[in-house]
C-alpha cells in the first residue's frame, strides 16, 4: 500500500513538472476565413508534431495591424503579417498611432 501511494505521488509531481516545462507558443494569423489563418494552423500541426516541449495554437486575429499590436503587448508569441504592415508597423506611420516594436527576436 504505502509503494502504490508513493509511486502514485511521484507520478503526480513528474507528470506536474513536465506540464510547468511545456512552451505555449500562440500565432496570430488573421481572419478565419482569410489565407493565413491555413498557413498559420499548418505551422502550429509542425511546431505541435517536431518540436520538443512546445504547445501551438493558431489564434485568428482581425488584421496584420491587430496582429501586430497583439503581437507588441504580448499576447502572441507570432505573428504572420504582410511586409509593408510591418515596416509601417516598426516606423509608426499609417494605421499606427506609434511604434509597435523596433526588434526582431
Known sequence: ?????????L????????AVATTRVTI???PWGGVFFPVG???AK???RYA?????TAE???GFAHALELLHTGQLTLALVALDTAH??????????????SQVS
Open 1 to 9: 500500500m504505502r509503494r502504490s501511494l508513493t509511486f502514485a505521488l
Open 11 to 18: 507520478s503526480m509531481v513528474l507528470t506536474w513538472t513536465v
Open 28 to 30: 496570430g494569423t488573421g
Open 41 to 43: 494552423s499548418a505551422l
Open 46 to 48: 509542425i511546431l505541435n
Open 52 to 56: 520538443r516541449d512546445i504547445t501551438a
Open 60 to 62: 485568428p486575429v482581425e
Open 88 to 101: 509601417f508597423g516598426v516606423r509608426g506611420e499609417p494605421h499606427f498611432d506609434r511604434i509597435v516594436g
